[in-house]
């Protein structure tokens, strides 16, 4: 089992990170605008990307002092079983991320990329809770071909 | 051990994104503009971060068809041993760029950050390739707090 780490700091309290990764209007700011489900511990959120795919996440955790877990019940083959957390941190005024995406099989090239593209939307979760806006999809940030 | 993976697509032929991983100039427009030493095989080069750090990268292999591999040598504590890979792959008008920093001992909270940031760094080379604009230390994408 191999794993995507990833982390960003966010100007902000936590309260309002976590607000952003456990409501649909907040997730929707900044990983996919479409974005529907029941966010609550136990339910699925949808996530649709257009024709670039789906993923349909359960949420494991929601612990309002630092941590969100989800387990992906549908999706790419890939991602199916595989967990996603995030874990805040308050540090003085800046709000600190650690991201996981557990438990792929293999270190597959879709991996490399998802790694990557996980950076660029923690980027946009930091810049949606930052400025104001965020770059969810269809308006998020290109990293190759076809995406 | 633990690796961080990465990829980015480039618009461009596997030469171009070649060159900017293998020459002083190329390195210094993406990652540091402080980039100096020996970018030839068994040569180390010295990457400066100003007073945020520094790393200095043996380069281990450098294959035009698509393979560069450097070795930590030193910098970090964590990073020291460990090594950097690129491999190439042109995809049509499109150079794949697979990254791979391998040989962590331990998923620590600074692997994550680094994770992320390297995502930063390879889309600056992205756009200094596409757009002749990267954005190199010390105009490079912040992710955190004192970063």
């Known amino acids: 089992?191999?794993?995507?780490?990833?982390?960003?700091?966010?100007?902000?309290?936590?309260s309002?990170?976590?607000d952003a990764?456990?409501?649909?209007?907040?997730?929707?700011?900044?990983?996919t605008s479409d974005t529907t489900g029941d966010?609550?511990?136990?339910?699925?959120?949808?996530f649709r990307?257009?024709?670039?795919?789906?993923?349909?996440?359960?949420?494991?955790?929601?612990?309002?002092?630092?941590?969100?877990?989800?387990?992906v019940v549908d999706g790419p083959a890939a991602w199916i079983g595989t967990k996603?957390?995030?874990?805040?941190r308050q540090d003085g005024d800046f709000?600190?991320?650690l991201f996981k995406h557990e438990g792929w099989k293999d270190p597959v090239e879709f991996m490399h990329h998802c790694s990557t593209k996980w950076a660029t939307f923690l980027m946009s979760l930091?810049?949606?809770?930052?400025?104001?806006?965020?770059a969810a999809f269809p308006n998020d940030v290109h990293i190759g071909k076809g995406d």
Do not use: C
Request: charged share 20%; glycine share 14%.
């Open 95 to 97: 709000t600190t991320v």
């Open 21 to 31: 990764l456990t409501t649909l209007k907040g997730l929707s700011g900044w990983w």
């Open 49 to 71: 990307f257009g024709d670039r795919g789906f993923i349909d996440m359960r949420v494991r955790e929601l612990a309002p002092d630092g941590r969100v877990a989800w387990q």
């Open 126 to 134: 930091k810049a949606l809770i930052e400025t104001g806006k965020g």
């Open 16 to 18: 309002r990170v976590y």
């Open 84 to 88: 996603v957390n995030f874990e805040l």
């Open 39 to 46: 966010a609550n511990v136990g339910g699925v959120i949808h």
């Open 1 to 14: 089992m191999v794993d995507i780490l990833n982390a960003v700091g966010i100007k902000a309290q936590s």
